[in-house]
C-alpha cells in the first residue's frame, strides 16, 4: 500500500480514488501528474484504521457477489435486479426536483458520522491541505463532513448519475463536480448542487494517447479509419471533409491495409468472461485468415487469464497468440492501466460494456456496446448511442457475420469519427486549470 506523504510544491493535488473495479482508478490514472506520489486508494492506503478498512471491504465484496450472482441461470438476473434498484437513476424526463435524499445516501452519511468512517484519511490529509481530488463521491462527502481545510473537487465517471453522488444538502456542500458530460451537468443541478459548483471538464483521458495538439490522436485516427473501412464507402462519403477536423491526410499511413484489431475489455469483476469466449470462437476463422485480430483484456485476475488461455487452445488458435491475438494483464493496476493505453494505440474497435470506458470513445475509438451491469452504464449506453459513437452487440456467435458488415458499411468508421468530434477530450487540462486557478 502507497504511504501518503506530504510536499509543499505548489500545483499538486491530493488525487483520491478507491480500489474498486477499474472505474475510479482508471479515471485518476491521467491525474496522477498532479501528485507525483502514488494515487491514494481512501480503502486501501498505507495506515488505515482497520474499522475503515473493514467497511469499504464489505461494500466491495457486495458489489462483486452480486455482480457475479448475475449469471445465475433464472435466479440470478431477478436478485441483481433487486440490488440494483437501490442503486438506480431515476429517469430525466420529465425534468423536476430529486433532492430528497435516497436510503442508500442516508445509509452512508450515518457510517461516516457515526464509525467516524474516513475521518483519519482526511485528517491526514489535511495537515497539507492541497486541492483534494477524488474520483468517487463517499470520499468527498468524507472530507466535507470532517472538514476537509482544502477545497474539495469529485470527479463525476459516468455519462449520468445517481442522486448517491449529490450530498445530503446538497445546496449547503463545498463540493465542487468536475462532470463528463452536459447530461450530468444537468442531473447535478436536479439534485440541487449550485450551478456555480457543476463544471464542464470531460473525462479524464490519458494524455499520452492525445499529444500536444493531438498529434498523436490524430495520427491513431489516420489509421485507424484506414482498416475500419474495407470497402471504401466511408471514405467516398465524408473524404472531403475528414481534413477538416484531422488536418492534412498523411502520405502514408501505418497500418493500411492489415488487420482490424478488436480489443474486448472485461470489466473489474470479471463478469463478462464467457462473452469473451463466444467472440473469440465466431472471429476464429477472420483471425486465421488475416482479416481480423482480436485483444482480450484480462486485467489483474489471473483467473481470468487462464480462462482465456484455456478459450484460445480450445478453439486451436495456439499458433496465432502474437500475432492474431493477444492478451493484456498485469499484476498491479497501474502496470495495467499502462499496457492498456499502448494497446489502445494499436486498436480499432473497443467491444466493452458500457463503463468508463465510454468515455474513451474520445480517442476517435468505435464501441461495441456489451451488456451493461448496472443503471449508470444504461445511461452510458444512451449517451453513446445518441452520439454515434457506439453500437449494441448483435449475436456473439454469428459476430463473424455481422460484424464485418459492420466494417464494409463504414459504420465503424463513422462511429469512430463520431467519437472524436462529439465527445470531449480535455478532461486532465480542464481540471488542472479549475483547480489550479480556483485555489487559493
Known sequence: MPKIKTHTKKNQAWIVAVDMGYGHQRAAYPLRGLDHQNIINANSYEGIPKKDRDIWQQSRSAYEWFTRFKRVPLVGEFVWNIFDKFQSIAPFYPRRSLTRPTLQLKQTYRLIKRKEWGKHLIEKLGKDPHPFITTFFIPAFMAEVWEYPGEIYCVVTDADISRAWAPMDPRASRIKYLAPTKRAMERLRLYGIPSENIMLTGFPLPEELIGQNEKVLKHDIWRRLAVLDPSG??????????????????????????????????????????????????????????????????????????????????????????????????????????????????????????SELSFYTALGIPIVIAPPIGSQEKFNQYWLEVIGAGVAQENPKYTHEWLMDYLDNGWMAEAALQGYLEAPREGVESIKKIVFNSSP
Open 233 to 354: 464507402v466511408f471514405h467516398r462519403n465524408y473524404g472531403d471533409t475528414l481534413e477538416q477536423f484531422l488536418g492534412k491526410k498523411p502520405a502514408v499511413i501505418d497500418g493500411e491495409k492489415k488487420r482490424v484489431w478488436v480489443m474486448f475489455a472485461i470489466g473489474g469483476a470479471g463478469a463478462q468472461r464467457v462473452l469473451g469466449s463466444q467472440l473469440l470462437e465466431s472471429l476464429a476463422v477472420h483471425i486465421k485468415t488475416g482479416k481480423i485480430g482480436v485483444t482480450l483484456v484480462a486485467g489483474i485476475h489471473n483467473d481470468v487469464l487462464e480462462f482465456f488461455k484455456r478459450s484460445i487452445s480450445q478453439f486451436r488458435l495456439d499458433d496465432y497468440v502474437g500475432h492474431g491475438i493477444k492478451i493484456i494483464s498485469a499484476d498491479k493496476k497501474e502496470e495495467y492501466f499502462r499496457t492498456f493505453n499502448l494497446a489502445l494505440r494499436e486498436t480499432d474497435i473497443l467491444w466493452t460494456k458500457p
